[in-house]
């Protein structure tokens, strides 16, 4: 409880914000190109445990196929685990397990353990970051411009993740296509 406290009293908002989406990014496996619409999946499964893909698709508006290829990614990379109902063999329901848990947990500090609000931020990403498939790493670079304003291309490379330089750059470069960005500067 001091440990929760004392990070939402040293910090500002931009930097929670940057913090909650490196929680995502650890809770989806250190997966920095995974959509924001997955973050949400996986957290509304932690929120309803037991929750069957039918009620996701319900509760989200997320189409069918989608829930099956994120629910199927989350279970391959040990985000979530998979067990049938007592009554009905044929029904599959899901809950979040291990590190994905650890970590949506650190994410929800912010929140109050609120996982509505952490719903609705989540979607408020996805509104903002307006590119086609929103991923957390678009969300963080968005992110760490604001808050730290004025940077280099590489100095934001640098607040990103250990991935690809070429990925990076790469990601960067379609938010300044889409015109989402454009106070990063070259070197």
Known sequence: MVTTLAKRAMTTNEQKICFVID?????????????????????DIDQYPGATQTAIMERLHVDKATVNRDVDWLFNYGCIMRFEAENDARTIKLKSCGYAKNALNQALDYYNSDHEMLKAFIQQLQRIVKVETPTLRDAKIMAALHEAGDLKKQDVMNRLYEGATSTENRAINKLIEEGLVQDVKTQ
Do not use: M
């Open 23 to 43: 929680h995502l990014v650890e809770a989806l496996g250190n997966h920095s190109s995974s959509p924001l619409r997955r973050a949400l999946i996986l957290t």
